[in-house]
DNA sequence: CAGACGTGGGT
DNA sequence: TACCCAAGTCT
């Protein structure tokens, strides 16, 4: 254990979210559906979903044994359709390969649609209490700015990133799961990526970046990410359309959303390429 | 491995 | 207002 331990231990403690998905009886699925819908969307907006979500499917069978496209329906604007449809697939997977259970083993999960790396680390983690490292957002910010002395983590995970997860990681089961979740929780209610509060950080003293007075990023800039135009608007746009109507939609609710012809085509084409929608008929498309 | 992939809220 | 950001995954 480094000095890093007790005071993150300690202050999350003291600091933790009561959120749901933490509860002490969570299911693995809850635990599950909660890592895939706050993959890139914020807690506040998987809130509401999450429950609405374990209300409607509290099994991976349950959800299994409706529609792929209700799981599009019940997602809503969390955004990323396809991890519902991904969601739907491994509930369909785990219903078929592990008796309609959560599997427990990284490989397994891993298997799984739409679940990488760091879910399924997450999963074994946080629902089955297994010393796994966790590497997210949060946690690179965390490990740069304190190990490192670095504003922000590079684009791409460096090998050396695993080894410090893996070397922080306390040997006690219970303990790497709680560290786990302690150090994601200290990145995004602390150490966040803008106007961090080292003020109230349980390692302020010890951490790197704030010792050499906070020095900027001077990486390469991060890339942004266009949106006004492109095809992910035009997408969202037509999935929004369909996911608010009762049944298949004409083609032209669809061109009323997007003037593009051209573009608003390949994007259908994409949409049902991935699965998000099909064809139905000539000139009308629903949900799967 | 760089780029695609939604959405809404904060600053 | 415009830009930044949020517990990533897949190709």
């Known amino acids: 254990m480094s000095e890093l331990h007790a005071p993150i231990l300690d202050w999350y403690a003291a600091h933790a979210r009561d959120l749901p998905w933490r509860h002490p009886d969570a299911s693995p699925w809850s635990v ?4 895939v819908m706050l993959q890139q969307t914020p807690v506040s907006r998987v809130l509401p979903a999450h429950d609405a979500w374990l ?3 509290p099994t991976p069978a349950a ?5 792929p496209g ?3 329906r019940m997602w809503g604007r969390l955004g990323y359709p396809r991890r519902a449809l991904r969601l739907h697939a491994a509930a369909l997977a785990m219903t078929e390969r592990h008796g309609g259970e959560v599997p427990s ?3 397994e999960l891993r298997a799984l649609p739409g679940i990488g790396d760091y879910t399924a680390s997450a999963v074994l983690s946080f629902a089955f209490g297994q010393a796994r490292p966790v590497l997210d957002t949060n946690v690179r910010r965390v490990h740069w700015r304190t190990l490192r002395g670095a504003e922000f983590p590079p684009d791409a995970v460096r090998a050396h990133e695993r080894r410090d997860a893996a070397y922080l990681l306390p040997d006690d089961d219970a303990t790497a799961a709680t560290w786990s979740v302690a150090v994601m929780e200290l990145g995004a209610l602390v150490c966040t990526a803008r106007d961090p509060r080292c003020g109230a950080c349980p390692v302020a ?7 050499e007075g906070h020095p900027p990023h001077d990486g390469p800039p991060r890339r942004g990410q266009a949106w006004a135009g492109t095809d992910r608007q ?3 746009r037509l999935m929004a359309v369909v996911r608010e109507a009762d049944g298949a939609v004409h083609l032209s609710r669809l061109e009323a959303v997007w003037a593009d012809d051209a573009q608003r085509d390949r994007c259908l084409a994409g949409l049902v390429a991935d699965g998000l929608l099909v064809p139905a008929g000539p000139t009308a498309y629903a949900l799967p």
Request: charged share 30%; proline share 0%.
């Open 105 to 107: 083993t990284y490989d």
């Open 234 to 236: 035009c997408r969202g």
């Open 205 to 211: 003293e010890l951490c790197a970046w704030r010792a």
């Open 70 to 72: 209700d799981a599009v």
């Open 55 to 57: 209300q409607r499917w």
């Open 63 to 67: 959800l299994a044994a409706d529609a």
């Open 32 to 35: 599950l559906v909660s890592e």
